[in-house]
């Protein structure tokens, strides 16, 4: 089957760096996205990797590693306004969207 | 318009009754996804529209749940003889399409209550 893990929930202080494990089993990979999403809001796109290696963004930045199934996503000087659930999803060979359960972050003062 | 559209934006009716949810996607994405999401959960797939391919429906919960995309482009997703197990808040979201790994645009979905 396919499926992908991430913590259900994560602290981090207000200022702080935070990681973001995602791990998947996919019938291939077409590519990994993370996406955020504030309580009673939609999710909205974040980032997306299909070459291993880090891709940044100001504050936010996802890593991959095919070969391990794995990807993070590390915010850094993290804000109240981050305080969000984080969505890990991959695309497998034939293209569908496999999305985790979601990482609930929350900040502290 | 600049982005999905979903209407009504909350929908409360009476066990047993019909439900018509409504979404509009952004001009020229082709693929189109409906997604339910009950609170604190993830992201559960429901049906998938791609150009003019037969639909993915293998995410729909039982034969009470249909949808359709008429021309290409409005999708609506009938929920007949509504149970209580489906509150949820129903997502759309729409994509460039299949194959350009171009991320999903959501809408802010219908919060859906059977009472």
């Known amino acids: 089957g396919q499926n992908i893990d991430q913590p259900t929930e994560m602290t981090a202080t207000e200022g702080a760096i935070v990681q973001i494990n995602c791990t998947y089993q996919?019938?291939?990979?077409?590519?990994l996205f993370w996406y955020q999403q504030h309580a009673g809001e939609a999710p909205t796109f974040l980032s997306y990797?299909?070459l291993d290696g880090l891709e940044e963004k100001g504050r936010f930045s996802s890593f991959l590693s095919r070969s391990k199934g794995y990807s993070y996503l590390l915010l850094k000087e993290l804000q109240m306004k981050d305080s969000a659930s984080y969505l890990c999803a991959v695309t497998d060979s034939n293209y569908q969207l496999i999305w985790g359960a979601g990482t609930k972050l929350i900040i502290k003062p | 318009g600049a982005g999905v559209s979903q209407s009504p934006s909350n929908k409360v009716t009476e066990k047993g009754k019909d439900v018509e949810l409504r979404c509009d996607p952004i001009s020229g994405h082709t693929a189109l996804y409906w997604y339910r999401q009950s609170l604190g959960q993830g992201l559960e797939f429901l049906i998938y529209?791609?150009?003019?391919?037969?639909?993915?429906k293998s995410g729909l919960p039982s034969d009470r749940f249909s949808a359709e995309r008429t021309g290409g482009s409005v999708s609506t997703l009938t929920i007949q003889r509504t149970q209580q197990e489906d509150s949820a808040v129903y997502l759309c979201?729409?994509?460039?399409?299949?194959?350009?790994?171009?991320?999903?645009?959501f809408g802010n979905g219908t919060r859906l209550t059977v009472t």
């Open positions: 990797n299909v």
């Open positions: 996919t019938s291939g990979f077409n590519g």
């Open positions: 529209f791609q150009g003019n391919s037969a639909p993915d």
């Open positions: 979201a729409s994509s460039l399409g299949a194959g350009s790994n171009s991320p999903l645009h």
